[in-house]
């Protein structure tokens, strides 16, 4: 667009501000927004990628590149799924693909490494609660993924539809596993009594 000032005409390009406040706009909105999504999921996403991985380098490693795969997806988010579904379904695929790279390599389970939070008030429940979780994560761990993938999405409290949307499986194939799966920690579980 020209914008004429007096006798000398000059040419303004007056859309380009527009566009550069608009894109700015849309990064704040979508920085904000990623913030927001990670201010709320982000423990259980950090659950999540600990159920993948054994250490907890290799946990921070998975979280930060599902923290990447959700920023460049982000702008892609249409809401054809809820929010937390979205998420979920970037952070398995991201986890699949960091157990196949890793497939190749050796990874010794640490005890010691991997925290479980426990909001717990006196240490003999601290202790005995701390037990039990690192019990469970143990034996879920011991899990094959398909089963291991349904168990932490439930713990994560995902409905099956949500579940089968996440993993690209039928609501009847989730139940079959969720059944599989709770059966193998049961007993599991049971053995380590």
Not at 121 to 136: I, M, V
Request: no cysteine; charged share 30%.
């Amino acid at each position: 667009m020209k914008l004429f000032m007096g006798t000398d005409a000059v040419a303004v390009d007056v859309a380009a501000p527009v566009l550069l406040d608009r894109e700015y706009l849309d990064r704040t909105t979508l920085e904000q927004q990623f913030e927001n999504l990670l201010e709320v999921y982000g423990p259980a996403l950090t659950r999540l990628a600990a159920s993948y991985t054994n250490t907890v380098s290799d946990r921070d490693d998975l979280l930060q590149e599902i923290a990447l795969a959700i920023w460049q997806g982000l702008p892609r988010f249409r809401g054809e799924s809820s929010e937390r579904t979205f998420l979920y379904r970037i952070a398995h695929n991201r986890a699949i693909t960091f157990l196949s790279r890793a497939r190749g390599q050796s990874h010794e389970l640490i005890d010691d490494e991997i925290e479980v939070h426990d909001p717990a008030p006196g240490p003999e429940s601290s202790l005995s609660e701390r037990q039990r979780s690192n019990d469970l994560r143990q034996a879920v761990h011991r899990l094959p993924v398909a089963y291991r993938q349904v168990i932490t999405l439930t713990l994560e409290g995902l409905g099956y539809r949500e579940i089968s949307e996440v993993l690209g499986i039928s609501e009847a194939n989730v139940g079959a596993r969720l059944n599989r799966a709770r059966q193998q920690l049961k007993d599991v579980l049971e053995k380590r009594r």
